[in-house]
């Protein structure tokens, strides 16, 4: 028998990222992205936090609210496999599923009292576009969330190899210094679909309010420019 339920957002992040493009593949690939979470107003209660410092991470079920579509395949194409091969929808982190939410493992960086957003969650390593609905927080338990030589079937490792990353110093110095640490580690992470590799294609992504743009040939990322958005 069919069931429909009904959830609300209890808060939403805000990271570095505008849109998709250029967010890690999976939470924890970048230990030094930052981000905040910032409750719904009827959620900001100190007491339904009661407890949370004493967990080094949490973790987050969120929507994929820029991916959100009427109707689902049974079927996607996983980029990592090129874009061609298919898999059922249920055995990848697609975000193209019958009910379009997510689940990210990240590290609970600090809880933080505000003068105008009641109580918020400094996280690190969050996988996440600016504005990400939240539905839920659990706290992460070690001995029941880790799994000792449980297999990764097509991923059971990080997909390609980190490229080398050169950024010219002048365009470095437009990066705010304590965000330029996680923009090299982003990039090292080669953040473009895995069946392009087109030497001479330009990629862009936004980034703590600037846009980014780089090209790969033979193993080195290089970027070449570095503009702030209007």
């Known amino acids: 028998m069919s069931q429909e339920f009904s959830m609300r957002v209890i808060a ?7 849109s998709k493009f250029g967010v890690p593949r999976q939470s924890g690939l970048v230990e030094d992205l930052e981000s905040t979470l910032v409750f719904e107003p009827e ?36 980029p990592r496999l090129g874009g061609n091969a298919r898999l059922g929808v249920f055995a990848t982190r697609s975000p193209f ?84 640490e996680a923009l090299r580690a982003v990039l090292a992470q080669d953040p473009r679909p895995r069946y392009q590799e087109d030497p001479d294609r330009v990629y862009g992504f936004g980034f703590a309010g600037l846009e980014v743009r780089f090209s790969v040939s033979g193993g080195v990322l290089a970027v070449r420019e570095i503009l702030e958005k209007p």
């Open 12 to 18: 939403r992040v805000h990271s570095d990222f505008p």
């Open 43 to 78: 959620f900001r209660s100190e007491d339904a936090l009661r407890g949370l410092e004493g967990f080094s991470h949490l973790w987050l079920v969120w929507v994929f609210h820029q991916a959100a579509r009427g109707e689902w395949s049974p079927t996607v194409r996983p």
């Open 97 to 180: 599923r019958p009910n379009p939410i997510a689940l990210s493992a990240v590290r609970l960086a600090g809880v933080e009292r505000t003068a105008g957003q009641g109580t918020v969650l400094r996280l690190r390593g969050a996988d996440l576009v600016d504005g990400t609905p939240v539905l839920d927080i659990k706290p992460y338990l070690p001995y029941a969330d880790w799994v000792p030589g449980a297999l990764g079937g097509f991923a059971a490792a990080p997909a390609g190899e980190a490229v080398e990353v050169a950024i010219p110093p002048d365009l470095l110095e437009r990066v705010p210094p304590d965000r330029r």
